[in-house]
């Protein structure tokens, strides 16, 4: 073996001691959401579709007044299928700049997408030509607060392929995790994606390809039973005069394994990255991703472009739950010191 076979085998044990140790102390069991706005109640709603209807600055004062949640079919839409709107707004709550903020809305039948004032949160399943229903997906969508106004517009496309439609059920609200890390920079929100095995390879095209948004299942945003690798790319602009501490790059959690680069350069991953990793650590979906950046990394203005290989063995797949961005190493263990003394 040549010296720098010896050298990158030495790093990739280094950095799996790393990642275990840092899992054992970043392996949340749930997020604890607090509501903080009501949404449950009357919406303005119509039928068909448009796009401009996600603008904020369109007026939705001639739509009709709709109860979420309920199918539409129970308010006096009857046998509608198809395209469908919602709208309704929020004041701004206060004290939640630094906050884990998400949108649950519930289930909603057959296919949504979601808009603050008119930029995308999320999306489950996929519409017509390629429809996959997510009938049964429960939505909770994450809320980047850089979107947010004094007063705030959700709109909500929904597409019903057959029986009931709409914002169906559920605490229709918008919540606080309680439960989140206080993030110096939150990366929630929409990243680029491509499947395939290869799909890191050509990171240099990364601004062409998909948009996806973190955290969320793939399977609910357009890859329904995608198994087998891919790759997600999101850049950033990161002040190095701001940077006084050693940073630490959450990712939530991630099914199955992954691999995570940052400029090129290999800063953690969750095991060797082959699929035999997944049979030896079967319960690696569950634990929280923590990666310490390179301090030489954070030295440059130059842009940060984060790399995350992923493999998924079977069902949901890629980084679908929990705190993504970055956070300083002294709030990190301010935060665990801090829920040690609340046992």
């Known amino acids: 073996m040549n010296t720098f076979n010896k050298h990158i085998d030495k790093l990739k044990r280094t950095l799996l001691i790393v990642f275990c140790l ?20 009357q919406w303005k709603f119509s ?23 309920s199918a539409w079919e129970n308010q006096g839409f009857n046998g509608y299928d198809g395209y469908a709107w919602y709208r309704t707004s929020f004041y701004k709550p206060q004290n939640i700049n630094k906050q884990n903020l998400f949108l649950q809305l ?19 399943g996929s519409f017509p030509p390629h429809f996959s229903t997510a009938y049964n997906s429960n939505r909770i969508y994450a809320v980047p607060t850089e979107y947010l106004k004094e007063k705030n517009t959700i709109a909500v496309r929904v597409y019903d392929d057959i029986g009931e439609g709409g914002i169906i059920r559920g605490d229709i609200s918008l919540v606080v995790d309680r ?28 601004k ?11 399977e609910n945003q357009g890859y ?9 790319a999101y850049e950033l602009q990161i002040d190095s005069d701001i940077i006084t501490d050693k940073m630490i790059l959450l990712l939530g959690r991630i099914d199955d ?34 990666y310490h950046i390179p ?28 705190s993504i961005g970055l956070i300083s190493q002294s709030s990190y263990i301010q935060y665990w010191n801090n829920k040690r003394r609340k046992r």
């Open 179 to 206: 439960s989140a890390l206080p993030l110096y920079i939150n990366l929630q929100g929409t990243w680029k994606f491509k499947t395939g095995k290869y799909a890191h390879e050509d990171i240099a095209n990364f």
């Open 295 to 322: 301090e030489n990394l954070l030295k440059s203005d130059e842009p940060l472009l984060i790399t995350v290989r992923v493999y998924d063995r079977s069902q949901g797949g890629g980084i679908y739950k929990g």
């Open 106 to 124: 519930g289930n909603i039948d057959d296919v949504d997408e979601v808009f603050i004032n008119g930029k995308r949160i999320g999306k489950s």
């Open 208 to 218: 062409d390809w998909d948009d996806i948004i973190v955290p969320g299942f793939w």
């Open 47 to 69: 039928i068909g579709d448009d796009t401009y209807w996600a603008s904020p600055n369109f007026n939705d004062y001639n739509w009709e007044n709709i109860s979420v949640p």
């Open 257 to 290: 394994i992954d691999q995570v680069f940052i400029n090129g350069v290999l800063i953690g991953q969750s095991g060797p990255f082959k699929p035999s990793t997944v049979d030896q650590r079967s319960d690696c979906y569950r634990q929280n991703r923590a």
């Open 22 to 41: 840092l899992m054992n102390m970043y392996n949340v069991s749930a997020q604890d959401y607090q509501k903080i706005v009501d949404l449950n109640g």
């Open 224 to 232: 329904k039973n995608y198994d087998g690798y891919a790759c997600y």
